[in-house]
């Protein structure tokens, strides 16, 4: 059973340009949704994260929409560089309950020149 | 600087060997996670554990076991390796409670082969 849904599975973007990825979620009772980047050869790392009270967070070129009703996020990459090149994967906790994360099934991003 | 190590970074195994994979963190952190990481299927949660000697199963714990006997020690343990377990593992760690939970730190990986 997904509970988080990821799409879509790889992107390729112009230098320059807009990353979007989406993320839809069906536990309403999640309530911390972060986003990891991982680079080849390496573990993933938290890059950004929001909570359901806020519909935004921006932190530099990266940016989480969050929209609770719809039960989506998306993280939005501005000005997208080829240093961006890496898997993204969405997750979910219910922070009041279990510690264990839910991770969508991660989107490769290629940005080219 | 906050370390999360795993013991190989590539293994080969043959299929029926007993396979270890270690991890180790120094951030004192409660919780310790295995997970295996395949094209298209994402991070799929293997066991975890929040305290020594604790351990709860995740999503695919058939054919794993874990041990911890130290709070910065989590060992996966394939008890007879198949060739469907060949995979990227990862552990991760992070604190306890709703404070910690969302940051996991992520050792770089074993990519074992099971022949």
């Known amino acids: 059973q997904q509970q988080v849904k990821q799409s879509p599975q790889s992107l390729i973007v112009q230098k320059g340009g807009i990353s979007i990825i989406n993320c839809a979620y069906e536990n309403t009772a999640f309530d911390y949704f972060p986003w990891y980047q991982q680079f080849p050869g390496k573990g993933p790392a938290l890059l950004i994260a929001?909570?359901?009270?806020?519909s935004e967070k921006k932190e530099g070129r990266f940016t989480i929409s969050f929209n609770k009703s719809a039960k989506q996020f998306s993280l939005h990459i501005m000005d997208s560089q080829p240093g961006d090149s890496a898997t993204y994967f969405c997750?979910?906790?219910?922070?009041?309950?279990?510690?264990?994360?839910?991770f969508g099934t991660g989107t490769r991003l290629q940005v080219t020149l | 600087d906050v370390k999360v190590t795993q013991s190989s970074r590539y293994l080969v195994k043959r299929t029926g060997e007993k396979v270890f994979l270690e991890c180790v963190q120094d951030?004192?952190?409660?919780?310790m996670f295995w997970y295996r990481q395949d094209p298209g299927l994402g991070l799929r949660l293997i066991y975890f554990s929040y305290d020594v000697k604790m351990k709860e199963k995740g999503d695919i714990p058939e054919g794993y076991s874990v041990s911890r006997e130290k709070k910065e020690r989590f060992s996966l343990i394939l008890e007879s390796a198949s060739t469907n377990q060949t995979s990227m593992y990862l552990c991760?760690?992070?604190?306890?409670?709703?404070?910690?939970?969302?940051?996991?730190?992520f050792g770089p990986g074993t990519r074992l082969t099971v022949l």
């Open positions: 929001i909570r359901p009270d806020v």
């Open positions: 991760a760690s992070s604190l306890y409670g709703p404070g910690g939970a969302g940051e996991q730190f």
């Open positions: 951030m004192d952190h409660e919780n």
């Open positions: 997750a979910a906790l219910n922070t009041g309950t279990a510690s264990k994360l839910t």
